[in-house]
C-alpha cells in the first residue's frame, strides 16, 4: 500500500507569483514523490504565497503549513503521511533550532518529512539522527545568516540611495518610475517623455475643469490613448485618480520604508521636492486637489450631456436629502394630447420636461417634500442671477500673467512649507543631541526659509494686485462666452464645477421655491418666476456685491 504525501511550496513575496517559484518547486517535489511511489495527487498540493519563512509568517495562523501542522497534531495523520518539500528552508528560516522542532513535531505525529535537496527523509516514529541534525543546524543557520545578509544589505543600499537623492543626485533608484518619465539606461537620469507629459497635464486640466476619473478614462479609451497600466485592459478611473493624487507629477518623491506587513511603506526622512522631472505646475495640481474634494460624495451620474448643472449641490430643504434629476420626456419627443374640443393632436416638444425632486420623498421614506421643480424653468434663472458671481476670481485665470505668477506663488509656498517641516524635524533633533552639526544645519536652513519668505510675501503681494485688475466688462464677457455655450458637454461640467465651488447651499421647499446660497448673496428663486435676494458680503476691493453686479451688463 503506497503512502500519501503531501506536497508544501512556498515563496516570500507576491511578486514571486509571476516568476516561476512555485511551478519550480512542484516540478521536483512531483518528480521525487514519484521516485519513492508516494501517492499524491493535486489535491495535496498547499502554497504559501507571500508568506516569510524568516519572520514565521508561513507558520502563523492562517497559513497553509499552520493548518497542516494542526491537521498532523489533532491525529491526522497517525497511519502514515509524507510532507514533501523542496528545501528545508521553505519551512523556516529562523534558525535551526525551529527547523528542528517541527522535523520533530512532525516525526512523532506520523509524517514523514521529505527533502528534495539532498534527497534527504526524516522518518516517521523515528528519532532524528545527530548526522541528521547536525545537517539541519548548518543548512538552517546559513538560510537564516543568508536572510539576514540580504536584509541588511538591501536596507543598506537603500539608505545609501536615499541620502544621495537628498544630497541632489537625480539618478533612478529603481526601473520603477512614474509612468511619463523615461531612464538613460547607462546614466540612470531621469527626463519627460514630452507626449506623455502633454498626456498626463490633459488629464489634470480635465480635472480641474470639473470632469470626473469615469468620464476621462472613457475619453481616453475612446480616442485609443494607450494605457500606461500594466494590465493591460484600458484606461481605469482608479488609476486615473491615482495619477491625480500622485505628487510625483510637481517633481516630489517621498522615499518610503516598506515591508511585508506593509506594502505601502512608512514615509522616511522628509520629500524631496525637485526629485522627479517636474509635469505639472504646483497651481494646477492643487486646484485638482480642491476640485476633486468638492466632488467627493457629490452623487448623481454624469449623462453624455451633463443635463443637469446642479448635480451634488441641490437639496431638500425639509429632509436635507438629494434632489434627484428626472427626465420625463426628452426635446423632439412625439406628444399627443387633445385640443379644448376634444380633437386629437399630436406635437414635438421644443425643450426637454425635467424635474429635481426630493430622493427620500421619490422613493417613499419619509419626507413630505413632493413637490417637483422644473429643470428648464430653474437653470436659465440660476444663470441669469448667480453665474456672474460665482465665476467671478476663477475666469480671470485666463490672463495668461496672471496664471504664471499664480504658478510661481504656489512652488514658493511649496519651498516654504518644506523648509519649515525641515527645520522642524532639525530642532527635535537638536532638543535630543546637542549636536553640533545640527545646530550648523539649522542656521544654514533659516537663512533659506527666510530668504523664500520674503519672496513669497512678495509674490502673494503681487499676486493680490493683478487679481483684482479684471474690468467687470471684462468678466462680463467671458461670463457670456460661458452662456453661449452652455448646452455644449465641456462648459456644462466645467459651470458644475464652478457651482460646486462656490454655491455654500442650494435648497428646494415645498412651494418650489429654490433659495441659493453663495459668493455674498442669498438668491430666492420663486415659483412664480419672479427672483428675489439680498446681498450682504463684501468682495474684492471693498466693492458691495450687488453694486459690483450692477456693473457686469454688456454694452450691445
Known amino acids: 500500500m503506497s503512502i500519501p504525501a503531501t506536497i508544501y511550496c512556498r515563496i516570500s513575496t507576491r511578486e514571486q507569483t509571476k516568476g516561476s517559484g512555485i511551478p519550480r518547486q512542484l516540478e521536483l517535489c512531483r518528480a521525487m514523490c514519484a521516485r519513492h511511489g508516494w501517492e499524491h495527487s493535486p489535491d495535496r498540493e498547499i502554497h504559501d504565497e507571500g508568506k516569510s519563512a524568516y519572520h514565521g509568517m508561513n507558520r ?45 513535531t512532525m516525526t512523532q ?38 536572510s539576514e545578509k540580504k536584509s ?19 539618478k533612478a533608484m529603481t526601473s520603477r518610475v512614474p509612468a511619463w518619465i523615461d531612464v538613460d539606461p547607462e546614466s540612470k537620469l531621469m527626463s519627460l517623455n514630452p507626449y506623455r507629459a502633454s498626456v498626463l497635464e490633459e488629464m489634470f486640466q480635465w480635472s480641474a475643469d470639473g470632469l470626473g476619473a469615469n468620464a476621462t478614462a472613457k475619453r481616453l479609451n475612446e480616442r485609443d490613448e494607450e494605457s500606461w497600466s500594466s494590465a493591460g485592459n484600458g484606461w481605469q478611473p482608479s488609476y486615473i485618480k491615482r ?14 520604508k516598506r515591508s511585508r506587513e506593509d506594502r505601502a511603506g512608512k514615509p522616511v526622512g522628509e520629500a524631496i521636492l525637485d526629485y522627479y522631472p517636474q509635469a505639472i505646475s504646483a497651481d494646477l495640481f492643487n486646484s485638482v486637489q480642491n476640485a476633486r474634494s468638492k466632488r467627493v460624495n457629490a452623487g448623481g451620474r454624469r449623462g453624455r450631456t451633463q443635463a443637469n448643472l446642479f448635480s451634488g449641490i441641490a437639496k431638500c430643504a425639509h429632509c436635507g436629502s438629494t434632489m434627484s434629476y428626472i427626465i420625463k420626456a426628452k426635446k423632439g419627443a412625439l406628444k399627443k394630447t387633445n385640443t ?29 417634500n413632493n413637490t417637483k421643480v422644473r429643470y428648464e424653468f430653474l437653470e436659465p434663472l440660476v444663470l441669469d442671477n448667480f453665474l456672474h458671481m460665482a465665476t467671478r476670481g476663477k475666469l480671470d485665470d485666463r490672463q495668461s500673467a496672471l496664471v504664471k505668477l499664480r504658478k510661481e506663488t504656489a512652488e514658493a509656498q511649496r519651498e516654504f512649507d518644506d523648509y519649515d517641516a525641515r527645520l522642524t524635524n532639525l530642532v527635535d533633533s537638536l532638543s535630543r543631541t546637542g549636536s553640533e552639526a545640527v545646530e550648523e ?8 526659509r527666510n530668504n523664500c519668505k520674503q519672496r513669497l510675501q512678495e509674490l502673494t503681494e503681487r499676486l493680490a494686485l493683478q487679481s483684482s485688475e479684471a474690468t467687470p466688462k471684462e468678466h462680463a464677457q467671458a461670463v457670456a462666452a460661458l452662456r453661449s455655450s452652455i448646452d455644449e458637454f465641456e462648459t456644462r461640467v466645467k459651470v458644475n464645477s464652478i457651482f460646486r465651488q462656490t454655491i455654500t447651499s442650494m435648497a428646494c421647499f415645498v412651494n418650489r421655491d429654490t433659495a441659493i446660497l453663495g459668493f455674498g448673496a442669498l438668491l430666492t428663486i420663486q415659483s412664480d ?21 450692477a456693473q457686469t451688463s454688456i454694452d450691445t
Open 243 to 256: 495619477l491625480l493624487q500622485n505628487r510625483a507629477a510637481i517633481g516630489e518623491y517621498q522615499p518610503k
Open 340 to 368: 379644448g374640443s376634444g380633437k386629437p393632436m399630436e406635437y414635438r416638444l421644443r425643450q426637454s420636461e425635467s424635474y429635481l425632486v426630493c430622493d427620500n420623498a421619490n422613493r417613499g421614506r419619509g419626507c413630505e
Open 60 to 104: 502563523a495562523q492562517g497559513g497553509m503549513l499552520w493548518q497542516f501542522e494542526q491537521d498532523a497534531e489533532a491525529g491526522l495523520y497517525d497511519n502514515g503521511h509524507v510532507l514533501v518539500v523542496e528545501h528545508l528552508d521553505r519551512i523556516s528560516r529562523a534558525g535551526w533550532d525551529e527547523v528542528y522542532d517541527f522535523l520533530k
Open 109 to 146: 505525529q506520523g509524517v514523514t518529512v521529505a527533502v528534495v535537496d539532498g534527497e534527504r527523509t526524516f522518518a516517521a516514529h523515528k528519532r532524528v539522527e545527530l548526522s541528521q541534525v547536525m545537517e539541519v543546524v548548518i543548512k538552517g543557520d546559513v538560510a537564516r545568516e543568508e
Open 529 to 549: 418666476g419672479s427672483v428675489g435676494g439680498e446681498y450682504f458680503a463684501e468682495l474684492d476691493g471693498g466693492e458691495n456685491a450687488k453694486d459690483w453686479a
Open 152 to 170: 541588511v544589505r538591501i536596507a543598506e543600499a537603500w539608505r545609501i540611495k536615499r541620502e544621495k537623492a537628498q544630497a541632489g543626485e537625480r
Open 441 to 448: 544645519a539649522i542656521s544654514s536652513l533659516e537663512v533659506k
